[in-house]
C-alpha cells in the first residue's frame, strides 16, 4: 500500500468522502432501531470473532515491537479477551442510551402563524483521526452511528491491522441492519499524505475530532480546513480554600492527582490559600510523597517540606500526566481564578471550600468547560457525567464543550410550517 | 495611520486583543442590567449624535465618491436620520430582549450524589469583520454586549469615520453602566494587515463572523486558525410539488424571488414537478418576468414561455441575487431534493405542497439550515424568527446552524458540585 503516490491517495480519498456523504444521508435518516441493531450485532460480532481479532492484532504487536515501541506504546496497542469484551459492551452499552436524534428542541408559533420547530440532526460525517488504540474503532464508529453520523477512522499504521478487524465487525452489523458499510470506513492506506487530504475535504466532511497525544491534535488544529473538535491539553486545577474541610481537601486532592497520572482530567497543579497552608498542607504533602508523586511548590511549599522540589516558571504551565505536582500558595480565591486563567488549559478545575459564596465566585469566574465544588477533576469523564461513552473533552467552546457524547455529535435545524405564507 | 509597519500592527493588535480578553471576564459576570443599561444609552447617545454622526459619515462619503465606489456601495455607507434611529431602535429592542445567560440549560444528579448543571455563558471575545455597512457597528457590538461577550469590531475602511462615531455612542453606554470600554473595541487602523492578525489571535479571540460578500468570508474561513461562524452562499431553493396547491405556489414563488433580490434568503432555483408543470408553471413565469425577473429554464420550462432563456449548467451553482431565476422540472420529490443537496447551499430550502408526508419527506431529507412548507425562503431571517437582531445566518453546521442572535453567541459549561466525592 505504501507505493501508493499522492495523486492516487487524493482519488482514493476523495471517493471515500463522497461514499460517506452519500451514506450519511441515509443512516441520517434511519429509525433508531436500525442504528441500534447494527451496533448490538456488531458487540456479538466482535465477541464471536474475539480469536481472530487477536490474530490480527498480534501482527501489529509483532511488527510494533520490531519497531522497537516504548512499553507504553504497546500497552495502548495490546488487545486481549478482556479487551475485546469490553469494546462489545461499549457498543451494547452506546446502544442502550436513548436516540439523540429527532428531539424538537425548541418549538414556537409567530404571530403571522408560521410554526417554528428546531429540530436536531446529525451533523453529517466526522472524520476521528487517532493513534494506535485500537478500541478508538470500536467506540468512535459507534457513538458517530448512534447519532446518524457517517464516519471514516483514521488510525496509526500501528493499529492497520487491528483496526480492520474491529471494523469487520462493525460492517456486520450494519449489514444485518440494512445499513450501508460506507457509514463507518477506514482509509484502505496508512500513508500520512491520507490525514492531509482528510483535513481538506470541507465538501465531503462536516468535522475532524483528532484523538491523540498533543502533537497529533495540535497538528490538526493547526492544519485543517474543516472544523475541528478537539482538546489540546489538561492543565487542570485544585484550589484549596481557606475554608476548606481538612479532610475533604485531603481525600480530593489525592485523588485529583493520583487515581490515574495519564489522563486529562488528572490534576497538574494544586493551589492553596496561605492562611491555611502550614495546618491543611503538610498531611496532604505527606499523602502526596508516600503515594509516589514528585512534589514541586513555590518557597512558601518548600519551607512546609523539605522533600518538595523547587518550582519553576515553567511548571505552572505543564501537563505532565504523570506523577508529578505543582503547588503554589494565593492569597485569595481571586488570585486562584486569576493563575487558572493565565495558566490553566480551559478544561476542568475544583474548588474545595465549605464557604458557598466563595465556591459560587470560583464556579462562575473560572472559565473551564468543567467546574467542581468538593469534587476531583478525575470526574472529567463522559460515563461519569451519565453520557454513556465519549469520543473525547472539548476544551473548545464553539459547539461543543466538556465531554463528547453522541448528543455533541449533533446540529440542528428550523423546520418551519406555513399555509402559503409570504413576507411583507 | 497608514504608514504603521507590520511590526507595530502585530503589536498594536496582541494588545487590543489582551484588553478584550480581560474585559471579556467583567462583562460575562456582569448583570444583565448593566448590560441592557449600556444598550439603552447607547441608543439615547446615538439619537442625541445624530448630527455629529452624519458628519462623520459625510467625510467617508465624500472619499468614497472621490474613489468611485459603486451607486449600491454608497447606499450601503449612506447614513441618514432614520438610518440613525434605526440603529438606536436595534440596540433598543436587543436589551428588551430576555438575558441569555446563565440558564440552566440541564440538571441532573448520579448515583453517587454529585449534581449536575449545564450552564449557558458567554463565548468570550468576538471578532466580527465586515465591509461598509455603518449599522453592523451598533447591530454587532450591541448583540456581542447582550449576550455577555467582547467585541472587535473591524469595518471597511470606507465607513471608518462612521463606525467611530458609532462606537463612541456605544462606549458612552458602557461608560453609564459602569462597564469597559474595552469590551467594543476598534482596531485604530484600516490597514489588512489587522485583519491577518486578528485571524491568527487564538489565544485572544474565540470565534470570527465575517459579514460581507462571498471574496470577505471566503478568505476569513479560508485563512482563520480561530473558528469560524458564517454564511458563504445562499443558493435557496423552492420546489412546486405535484400537489402543490396553485395559489399558494405563486404567491410564494413571486415573494420567495422578488420581495428583495439582493438577500441571502432570495430564491435562486425553482425545481416543478413535471406532472404540473404545464398547469401550475404559466401563471408563474408570467409573474415573475411581469415583474422584472430574467427566467432561465430547462427545456422543458422554455416550451411554456418564449421568454424564457436557456439554463447551462452553471446556474444551478449560481447565487445571482439579483432578479434572475433558474427553473428545472424534476420528475418527483426526492429528484428535488438530490438537485438540493448538490447544488444547494445548506441555508434555506422551501417545499409548496398539500401531501403531508410529501413535505416531511422534503423537510427530513433536506440538509439545510432552514426548511419550510408552504411559505417563502425569505423568512430567512432572525427577526422573522422573534430572534430580534441577527448578526448573519450561518451555513456551517457546527455550534450555529441557521440565523445567530444573541443566543447562538453563547457556550455552556458543566457546574459540578459535590461533598469530597473522589473518583473510584
Known amino acids: 500500500m505504501d507505493s501508493i503516490d499522492r495523486q492516487d491517495i487524493a482519488t482514493i480519498m476523495d471517493a471515500l468522502g463522497r461514499r460517506a456523504r452519500a451514506a450519511s444521508a441515509i443512516v441520517a435518516t434511519a429509525p433508531a432501531e436500525a442504528r441500534d441493531k447494527a451496533l448490538r450485532v456488531a458487540a456479538n460480532t466482535l465477541r464471536a470473532r474475539t480469536a481472530d481479532i487477536l490474530a490480527a492484532n498480534a501482527l501489529d504487536m509483532d ?9 507504553a506504546m ?22 442502550d442510551r436513548p436516540d439523540p436524534l429527532g428531539a424538537v428542541l425548541e418549538r414556537w408559533e409567530r404571530p403571522n402563524g408560521l410554526r417554528f420547530e428546531k429540530v436536531r440532526v446529525p451533523l453529517g460525517v466526522i472524520a476521528i483521526i487517532f493513534e494506535s488504540r485500537p478500541n478508538v474503532t470500536a467506540d468512535a464508529g459507534g457513538l458517530c452511528l448512534k447519532s446518524g453520523n457517517a464516519a471514516i477512522l483514521r488510525g ?14 462493525l460492517h456486520a452489523g450494519l ?21 492531509g487530504e482528510l483535513l481538506t475535504m470541507t465538501r465531503w466532511i462536516d468535522v475532524v475530532i483528532p484523538r491523540g497525544g498533543k502533537s497529533l491534535t495540535g497538528r490538526v488544529a493547526a492544519e485543517s480546513r474543516v472544523p ?16 476548606a474541610e481538612a479532610d475533604k481537601a485531603r481525600r480530593v486532592t489525592l485523588n485529583a492527582k493520583m487515581r490515574r497520572t495519564g489522563i486529562c482530567g488528572a490534576a497538574e497543579t ?9 495546618t491543611l498542607l503538610p498531611p496532604i504533602l505527606d499523602d502526596l510523597i508516600q503515594a509516589g508523586c514528585e512534589v514541586r511548590g513555590d518557597d512558601g511549599v518548600q519551607a512546609l517540606d523539605a522533600r518538595v522540589k523547587p518550582a519553576t516558571d515553567e511548571d505552572w504551565d505543564t501537563e505532565y500526566l504523570d ?23 480551559h478544561h476542568t478545575d475544583s474548588i474545595v471550600t465549605e464557604n458557598a459564596a466563595t465556591a459560587e465566585r470560583f464556579l462562575t469566574r473560572v472559565d473551564s468547560g468543567i467546574v467542581l465544588h468538593n469534587a476531583s477533576t478525575q470526574f472529567a469523564d463522559g460515563g461519569e457525567f451519565g453520557f454513556g461513552a465519549e469520543i473525547g473533552i472539548s476544551t473548545g467552546k ?19 410550517r406555513g399555509d402559503g405564507h409570504t413576507r411583507p
Chains 1, 2 share one sequence.
Open 175 to 195: 449489514d444485518a441492519a440494512g445499513l450501508p458499510r460506507d457509514a463507518i470506513q477506514a482509509p484502505p492506506t496508512t500513508d500520512r499524505a491520507a490525514v
Open 323 to 345: 506523577a508529578i505536582l505543582s503547588v503554589k500558595l494565593v492569597g485569595s480565591v481571586d488570585e486562584a481564578i486569576d493563575h487558572i486563567g493565565r495558566h490553566g488549559s
Open 63 to 71: 511488527a510494533a515491537t520490531e519497531k522497537g515501541l516504548s512499553g
Open 228 to 243: 475541528v473538535i478537539y482538546h489540546l491539553d489538561g492543565i487542570c486545577h485544585v484550589y484549596l480554600d481557606k475554608d
Open 74 to 95: 504497546l500497552d495502548r496497542l495490546m488487545l486481549n479477551p478482556a479487551r475485546v469484551e469490553a469494546m462489545a459492551k461499549g457498543l451494547e452499552e452506546i446502544a
Open 270 to 278: 494544586l493551589l492553596v490559600h496561605k492562611d491555611v497552608a502550614t
Open 398 to 416: 464553539l459547539h461543543a464543550r466538556g465531554p463528547v457524547g453522541a448528543e455533541q455529535l449533533t446540529s440542528y435545524k428550523y423546520v418551519v
Open 156 to 169: 496509526g499504521s500501528e493499529s492497520f491491522h487491528s483496526g480492520r478487524a474491529i471494523l469487520a465487525a
